[in-house]
């Protein structure tokens, strides 16, 4: 095993959204297609197109950076479309789905069940019964998820495989979205985990280790860092109360991606640095035990965009808004219902702008009759009129399965992967 970061360099793949999408002959592409092509051979807009040849380089860059004997899980509700999820099944080392759902997306790849954990609070007894006949990895958040496997292995005649999902006793620090630390619904509070670790051993469940999640969306390497200390740190602690080597530590991700204006993407060579740095300690303190970072966005969200094509042009009271076929209804992150506190824009573009096409300041809104719809508010951009594509950037992660696609009743929006 080798524990340091590889020498060399290989480009970050992705410093501005747009880099990822060349214009050529006046029409932004993805995949090599022009997207006014790919608008007719989907058959319609909206829809989202997702890049494959990007997502492989992601992963390829990403192990390039992080020491080997580090294990890469894609988080599938990031992006749950099944022709991506098979894609990813090529390129990472295993998955993390949150529902009996991903489930099912997950066992359709060719994934192993080995190499497939299922995470989220409020596990029901169908969905736990599905994993334990699957022979996925369970992660229980509670005394009852527990209790409920006990049973299901017995019903089944199978020991069923447990990862103890800790919700720890620090959080990471400037996090988009905290996920552990203080009250949380998700794992189990770290002082009880040496508890249930001595009651595992006496119950017939096969334990495979534990996950430890702290935050998600962060572009400080600073703090992802501190939190990767802080969970091996902690899981050396918990892991002399376990009655079995600990075999998996999933020490979670949290890797963020840059959206909106002044973000700079996370630099993960330091963090690559930090672990390969670690590693020894991690070695000798779980000698069984492999090590898994977990990365939903990160992965794919760069990968992807969403596309709309203008239906109406209009000037109000000075202000020019441009009306797209679709808005928060497929795409609420980017509309800043999702979690944001402040809303800003996600990077837009216009696909077929003429090159001496004037610029104006306009605002890309939705056809939904709320004045939450919002693509982009008072941006500039080359002058659009109806017919033309708008595109949203950094639509990779949480996207359609992220939005309420059934709020004021337009069809669904197409997905395509390249
Ligand atoms: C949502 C989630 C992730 C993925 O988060 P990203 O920000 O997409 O990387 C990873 N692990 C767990 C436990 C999650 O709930």
New binding site residues.
């Given amino acids: 095993m080798n524990s340091t970061t590889k020498p060399g360099h290989v480009g970050h793949p992705s410093h501005a959204a747009q880099q990822n999408f060349p214009t050529l002959n006046g029409c932004l592409h993805i995949g090599g297609i022009p997207l006014t092509r790919l608008a007719q051979r989907v058959g319609k807009t909206p829809f989202y197109a997702y890049d494959r040849s990007l997502l492989i380089d992601r992963v390829k860059y990403l192990r390039h950076i992080l020491p080997d004997d580090i294990s890469l899980h894609y ?1 599938v ?2 992006n749950p479309m099944p022709a991506l999820v098979q894609c990813m099944a090529n390129l990472v080392d295993g998955f ?1 789905v ?1 529902s009996g759902g991903e489930l099912k997306v997950a066992l359709d790849t060719t994934m192993k069940p080995v190499d497939i954990s299922f ?2 609070p409020g596990k029901t007894l169908a969905e736990l019964t599905q994993a334990v006949a699957a022979g996925v990895i369970v992660s229980v958040e509670s005394e009852r998820e527990v209790n409920t496997l006990v049973g299901i292995g017995d019903a089944l005649g199978m020991a069923p495989r447990v990862l103890v999902r800790v919700n720890p006793d620090f959080e990471m620090k400037t996090s988009g ?1 905290k ?1 552990g630390g203080g009250a949380k619904p ?1 794992g189990i509070d770290a002082e009880s985990v040496p508890q249930l670790l001595r009651r595992l051993g006496g119950l017939g469940v096969d334990f495979q280790g534990m ?1 430890i ?1 702290s935050g ?2 962060s572009l400080n390497p600073a703090a992802i860092m501190e939190a990767q200390s802080r969970t091996f740190e902690l899981a050396f602690r918990l892991a002399q109360y376990a009655s079995a080597p600990v075999r998996s530590l999933n020490i ?5 991606i840059p959206y909106f204006p002044g973000d700079q993407p996370l630099d993960v060579a330091q963090i690559g640095n930090h672990l390969a740095q670690w590693m020894p300690r991690v070695h000798a303190a779980l000698p069984a035990s492999e090590i898994v970072v ?5 992965l794919v ?1 760069e990968a992807g965009i969403y596309v709309t094509r203008v239906i109406d042009r209009k000037v109000s009271r000075g202000q020019v808004f441009l009306v797209v076929d679709g808005g928060l209804n497929h795409h609420l992150a980017a509309s800043g219902n999702f979690g944001q506190v402040i809303r800003k824009n996600y990077p837009v573009a216009v696909a077929s702008a003429s090159s001496n096409a004037a610029r104006e300041v306009v605002s890309v809104v939705g056809p939904l009759c709320t004045p939450l719809d919002i693509l982009a508010a008072q941006t500039e951009l080359p002058a659009a009129d109806v017919g033309d594509l708008i595109v949203v950037f950094q639509s990779g ?2 996207g359609l399965t992220a939005s309420p696609t059934a709020f004021l009743g337009h069809p669904a929006p197409g997905e395509v992967l390249l």
Avoid: H, I, V
Avoid at 252 to 256: D, K
Avoid at 294 to 298: A, D, K, V, W
């Fill in positions: 988080s509700k990031a993390d949150a995470a989220g979205m996920m998700f996950q999640f998600s969306q979670g991700g949290g890797f963020g977990e990365l939903g966005r990160y969200g992660a949480y």
